[in-house]
């Protein structure tokens, strides 16, 4: 059965950073793609970041220059390394995986950036 699991989030202060890692197990093979979603209060789910297998990126605009995400293929694990974050920035973030039909979220883990 596949499971995805985050974890680092947390409170932390404008300016300041956090790492954030997912896990995505009971998959015998390399994840196509796997990304980073995230979801304020009252708002929708948006796009973070994700990554391809063969290390192809795409970010929102918003966090260009401040949020790298990377991934480790063999271990089917993603990170997103945020850093200069805003009160914006605040949000349930989600890791995602996908490949082919198969997609798949974590629960998910609380970022609060607070001003």
């Known amino acids: 059965q596949v499971q995805v699991v985050e974890s680092g989030g947390g409170l932390v202060q404008a300016g300041g950073s956090l790492r954030l890692s997912c896990v995505a197990s009971g998959i015998g093979f390399s994840i196509n793609i796997m990304g980073w979603y995230r979801q304020a209060p009252g708002k929708q789910r948006e796009l973070v970041a994700t990554?391809?297998?063969?290390?192809?990126?795409n970010y929102k605009d918003a966090v260009k220059g401040r949020f790298t995400i990377s991934r480790d293929n063999a271990e089917n694990t993603v990170h997103l390394q945020a850093n200069s974050l805003k009160p914006e920035d605040t949000g349930v973030y989600y890791c995602?995986?996908?490949?082919?039909?198969?997609?798949?979220w974590g629960q998910g883990t609380q970022v609060t950036v607070s001003s």
């Open positions: 995602n995986v996908e490949h082919g039909a198969l997609s798949k």
């Open positions: 990554i391809t297998n063969r290390g192809t990126t």
